[in-house]
C-alpha cells in the first residue's frame, strides 16, 4: 500500500532509460516476478540488481520508460524492493503500466536534477513529498490526478476494478 | 471551438465532449496483443476473475515476437495464449502469419473512425489509417478485454505539414526520422500528433504507416491521418466493415503547429543508442557494417522490398555482411513470391525468416555478435534492443539499407537508383 512513507538509497540513472534496459526482451521468457527482478536494469548496469537493497531509490532524468509496451519493465523494478523512481517525466505507456500494477512513481524536476547518487532520501507517497535527508532539502512532485489516486490506493487497477465490480471477486 | 481527430474519435466513443486534458471512457472498436505481452495480460484476466471477453470478434492475439519460439519459456507463453484465444473464441494469428501492426490493418480489424488498443507500443501505427489507436500495456488489456472500455486523457495535439516533393533516395522513413530527429524522443510525449501535406497525400498507405508507427518514438500517443481516396481504396480491398472517417474541424485548437519542407532533405540515419541520434546520411558514409535487416512493422511492406530487390538484382550482397529478411506478413511474402521480389533478394545473398518481427526484438532470428554494426529498417536501436548490448543499431529506409549491404559500409543510395 501507498500510504505510508518509504525511504531508502538513490541510485541515478539519466534520460531516457528505456524497455529494452529496464529489462531486455531475451528474459521475457517468463512473467514471473521474481525471475525478472534478477535482470532488472541489466544493460543500462549489469551489477545493478545485486549491489540494488530493497527500499532503495532510482532518480533519472526525462523520459523513463520509453520505449515498449512491456509491462514487464515496472514489475521488475517493483519486485526488486524498489521503493519508487523518481524521474524528470516519464513515459506515457510505463507511466500507465506503473499505476496499472501499483508501482509508485513521481515526477519531480527539481528532485531529478539534485538528488544525487547514494543520498538517503524519504518519500511520503500519499503527499508526493520527498526530503533528501543527506542534503536536507525537500521538494514537492506533481499530484496525481484524483482517477489515477482511486487506482493507486486500490494497489493497482485489478484490485481497483474487483473493488468496483463485485461480480469480478 | 473545433476539435482535432483525437477529440473527435474520443468524443464519439465515449458520448462526451471531450477536450484535451478531459478524462474519458471510451468504448473500443478493437483490440490486439501479442506473445510478449498477451501472456501477462491473460494472467491479469485471470486475476480479475473474468470468464469471459466482452466481444470475442473484437480482439485478436497475434504470435509475432518470438515466432516460431527460440526456447521453452516462451513455448509455454505460446501454449497459454492459444489455449486462452480457443477457451474465448478470439481471433489467434499463430506462428508465420506475420506482425501484428501489419495484420491488424491487413486483415480489416480497424477500419477509419475506430478507437483501437494494443499491447504493443508500435499500435500508433493505424493512424495512418486514420484510427485512434495506441499502445498500452497487459493489466489495460486484460481490463479492455473483459469490459470493452478504457479511460484515455483527450491529448493536445501538434500539426505536422510536410511540404515540398520528395527528392531521390528519399522516403517515408527519412522524414520520420528527421521529424523526431528534430522534435527528440520525449518532444512529443502524452501528445498527439496528425500529419498533413502534399507529401503524405503522394504516399502510398504502406509508406504512411512508416510514419505513423514510428510516433510512439518520439513519445507520440498517436499519430494520425486524415482518410483519403488512397485510404478508402485500402479499405476496399481489405475491409469489410465501413469506414467512418473524421477531420479535424478548420478551426481545430493545436498545441503547435510544425512545417518541414523535405524538398533539400537527404536520406537520414539514426544512430546508436536513441532513436533521436538523427545525422543526414553524408555524416556516417563508410560506416563498416556487419549485419543488415530488412522488415518489421516499420518497414516490412511489399514496397520495401521491391526497392531493395530493384538495388540488388543481379549484384550480390558484401561479402562481409549478412542481410537477413522478414516480411510482416504471410501475404507479403506470397506478394514478394508471385512477383519475384523474394527471388532476387535470395539470390543476392538475403537470408529469409519467418513473417514476424524477426531479429528486430532481439529473441532470436540474429543476435549481433559484440562490437558489430547492424543497419535495419526498425524503428527501435535502444542498446540491447536486437539481443547484444555490446552491438550497435543504425535505423534507415530499406533503399539505405540495401545500398549498405552492396558496399558492406553505410552508403547512399542515391547512387544506386
Known amino acids: 500500500m501507498l500510504t505510508h512513507g518509504r525511504s531508502g538509497h538513490v541510485w541515478k540513472f539519466g534520460n531516457n532509460i528505456d524497455t529494452d534496459l529496464i529489462i531486455p526482451a531475451r528474459y521475457l521468457t517468463t512473467s514471473d516476478p521474481v525471475e525478472l527482478a534478477k535482470n532488472a536494469m541489466e544493460d543500462a548496469d549489469p551489477e545493478w540488481a545485486d549491489k540494488m537493497n530493497p527500499g532503495d531509490f532510482i532518480v533519472a532524468g526525462d523520459n523513463f520508460g520509453c520505449g515498449s509496451s512491456r509491462e514487464h519493465a515496472p514489475i521488475a523494478l517493483k519486485a526488486t524492493g524498489l521503493s519508487a523512481v523518481i524521474a524528470r517525466s516519464f513515459a506515457r505507456i510505463f507511466y500507465r503500466n506503473a499505476i496499472n500494477i501499483g508501482f509508485p512513481i513521481l515526477e519531480s524536476p527539481e528532485a531529478a536534477e539534485e538528488i544525487k547518487e547514494g543520498d538517503e532520501i524519504e518519500v511520503d507517497l500519499t503527499s508526493g513529498t520527498i526530503k533528501d535527508l543527506t542534503s536536507g532539502k525537500t521538494y514537492q512532485a506533481q499530484p496525481f490526478p484524483e482517477f489515477m489516486q482511486k487506482i493507486i490506493k486500490a494497489g493497482g487497477l485489478i484490485k481497483y476494478l474487483r473493488q468496483q465490480h463485485p461480480q469480478l471477486r | ?417
Not at chain 2, 532513436?275 to 557494417?289: A, C, K, R
Not at chain 2, 526498425?378 to 543499431?393: C, T, V
Request: contains cysteine; charged residues 20%.
Open chain 2, 1 to 417: 471551438m473545433g476539435k482535432t481527430i483525437a477529440e473527435k474519435i474520443l468524443s464519439s466513443h465515449s458520448g462526451r465532449d471531450a477536450k484535451a486534458g478531459d478524462i474519458v471512457i471510451a468504448d473500443l472498436d478493437f483490440m490486439i496483443g501479442q506473445d510478449g505481452t498477451s501472456g501477462v495480460a491473460i494472467d491479469s484476466f485471470r486475476k480479475m476473475n473474468a470468464k469471459k471477453v466482452f466481444d470475442p470478434k473484437k480482439i485478436a492475439i497475434i504470435i509475432d515476437h518470438s515466432s516460431p519460439s527460440p526456447n521453452e519459456g516462451v513455448s509455454a507463453i505460446h501454449k497459454k495464449i492459444r489455449e486462452f484465444s480457443k477457451e474465448q473464441g478470439i481471433s489467434l494469428y499463430d506462428i508465420g502469419c506475420g506482425v501484428c501492426h501489419q495484420i491488424t490493418p491487413e486483415q480489416g480489424h480497424v477500419v477509419p473512425g475506430d478507437l483501437a488498443i494494443g499491447a504493443d507500443s508500435h499500435t500508433c501505427t493505424y493512424g495512418a489509417i486514420n484510427v485512434f489507436s495506441t499502445g498500452i500495456g497487459s493489466t489495460d488489456l486484460a481490463a479492455g478485454m473483459i469490459s470493452g472500455k478504457l479511460w484515455f486523457k483527450a491529448p493536445e495535439t501538434l500539426k505536422v505539414v510536410f511540404k515540398g516533393n520528395f527528392p531521390k533516395g528519399v522516403y517515408s522513413k527519412d522524414l520520420i526520422l528527421n521529424f523526431i530527429g528534430k522534435i527528440g524522443a520525449d518532444g512529443a510525449t502524452y501528445l498527439a500528433l496528425e500529419f498533413y501535406g502534399d507529401v503524405i497525400k503522394a504516399m502510398s498507405v504502406d509508406a504512411r504507416m512508416t510514419i505513423s508507427n514510428m510516433a510512439i518514438e518520439c513519445g507520440a500517443k498517436v499519430g494520425i491521418m486524415e482518410a483519403d481516396e488512397k485510404t478508402l481504396a485500402y479499405e476496399k480491398l481489405h475491409a469489410t466493415r465501413k469506414p467512418n472517417p473524421v477531420s479535424a474541424d478548420k478551426d481545430a485548437v493545436y498545441k503547435e503547429v510544425i512545417e518541414i519542407d523535405i524538398t533539400k532533405l537527404e536520406p537520414q540515419i539514426a544512430k546508436p543508442h536513441t532513436v533521436d541520434n538523427v545525422s543526414p546520411i553524408s555524416q556516417v558514409l563508410g560506416t563498416p557494417i556487419q549485419q543488415a535487416y530488412i522488415g518489421t512493422c516499420t518497414n516490412g511492406r511489399l514496397e520495401d522490398f521491391q526497392i531493395a530487390a530493384k538495388m540488388l538484382k543481379g549484384k550480390k550482397v558484401h561479402k562481409d555482411c549478412r542481410l537477413i529478411i522478414a516480411p510482416a506478413s504471410k501475404e507479403i511474402m506470397l506478394d514478394m513470391i508471385n512477383d519475384g521480389t523474394y527471388q532476387t533478394l535470395i539470390e543476392a545473398g538475403a537470408v529469409g525468416v519467418t513473417p514476424g518481427c524477426g531479429p528486430c526484438v532481439g529473441t532470436h532470428n540474429g543476435v549481433p555478435s559484440d562490437g558489430e554494426n547492424v543497419i535495419s529498417s526498425a524503428n527501435r536501436n535502444f542498446k540491447g534492443r536486437m539481443g547484444n548490448p555490446n552491438a550497435f543499431i543504425y535505423l534507415a529506409s530499406p533503399a539505405t539499407v540495401a545500398a549498405s549491404m552492396l558496399e558492406g559500409k553505410i552508403a547512399d543510395p542515391r547512387k544506386y537508383l
